[in-house]
């Protein structure tokens, strides 16, 4: 548990994802019921239900399904406190937030990603969750203050928030989202209108990972066309700027996408032999991270927020720069300031070495 008490979400997606390439999603699923019995006796840490909802979507098919259902209905449980006052109400699991407007949009969002997730593994609980975050939403209307960003939002049968119609214009983060999983459920089968729809997404952060997803399965089936699509790839990440979002959430969901992308884009540069450019980009993708540390407080406050998806991609770049120059991981490695998050970025390449770097 570290330091703080709180359980190594983060960590434990490395591990996950590690027994997932080994074939050993039993064990997989042993981490992730680990998890599950942590939140439900969560000791009050605001961060916990991110956390745990994005461990459970990085599970997502890694793990027997019957474990990812039981730990969606502990989250699901928790989504449904999160309108009670947390005054008397002491026990209940840290996903009880208190009834005030930040508190709200932070279960607004959590809310909607596990609904997202639910809707594909267990459809009844997803239900539930609907309807849950129409009344989270309604209850941030109410407390809005009289702005473009107080407009009343509802749940579409997709999981995902229906947004004001200027702020969709800013920042078309829900349509994009869901293009997005369009390209993943299309690229096994039909990669050309995958590469399609990918190029017409508007958000550049997930356009760029359209694009990254599109160009990881070309580089097993034509070589060039995978060149060229990332390239593309590269121009829309670049494009990207977390800064613009409206809300804490919605920077993270970005910053954490621009992230995602970069790491899917340097690893499959690996796979082709280019190891310079993915060197670059890795060095673009430390220099987003901690960047988005230092903007949210320092790196020392990071590890306990709750923002730690690009926390997450650390460990991507750092398991992707093993693999092509072990010695220039472990010296980037070394020049971060917080030795929470240096420790996590050694655990990751120490996972890649075990995996025969």
Not at 248 to 271: D, M, N, P, Q, R
Request: charged share 25%; with cysteine.
């Amino acid at each position: 548990m570290g330091d703080t008490g709180q359980f190594p979400y983060s960590a434990a997606g490395e591990i996950i994802d590690y027994f997932h390439r080994e074939g050993q999603d039993p064990r997989a699923g042993e981490i992730l019921a680990q998890a599950e019995t942590y939140f439900r006796n969560d000791l009050g840490f605001e961060s916990s239900p991110a956390r745990f909802v994005e461990l459970m979507r990085t599970a997502e098919r890694k793990v027997p399904n019957f474990i990812l259902v039981n730990a969606i209905r502990a989250a699901a449980g928790a989504a449904g406190e999160t309108l009670e006052p947390r005054e008397g109400n002491q026990e209940k699991s840290g996903a009880a937030w208190e009834f005030q407007l930040p508190n709200l949009q932070r279960a607004e969002y959590v809310t909607a990603q596990l609904l997202s997730l639910a809707m594909r593994v267990d459809p009844p609980t997803a239900e539930k969750l609907r309807i849950r975050l129409e009344e989270i939403q309604q209850a941030v209307a109410k407390l809005s203050p009289a702005s473009p960003r107080g407009a009343p939002k509802s749940a579409d049968r997709s999981g995902e928030p229906t947004l004001a119609a200027e702020e969709d214009e800013q920042l078309p983060v829900g349509p994009a989202r869901r293009e997005l999983e369009r390209v993943r459920t299309l690229v096994g089968q039909a990669p050309l209108e995958a590469l399609a729809v990918a190029q017409s997404i508007e958000a550049p952060a997930y356009r760029g990972l359209g694009l990254a997803v599109v160009g990881e399965c070309m580089a097993r089936r034509e070589r060039q066309a995978a060149i060229s699509i990332l390239q593309q790839a590269e121009e829309s990440v670049r494009e990207a700027d977390p800064r613009a979002a409206l809300t804490i959430e919605e920077l993270k969901e970005l910053a954490g996408t621009k992230l995602e992308a970069l790491t899917k884009i340097a690893e499959t540069w690996v796979s082709l032999g280019f190891p310079d450019r993915a060197r670059l980009l890795v060095g673009e993708g430390y220099k987003e991270v901690l960047g988005f540390i230092d903007s949210q407080a320092a790196a020392s406050s990071m590890a306990v927020s709750g923002l730690d998806t690009p926390v997450m991609w650390l460990g991507g770049l750092a398991r992707v720069e093993a693999r092509f120059s072990l010695a220039q991981a472990v010296k980037r490695i070394e020049l971060i300031a917080d030795p929470r998050l240096r420790a996590y970025a050694l655990l990751s390449v120490a996972i890649e070495i075990l995996q025969g770097v």
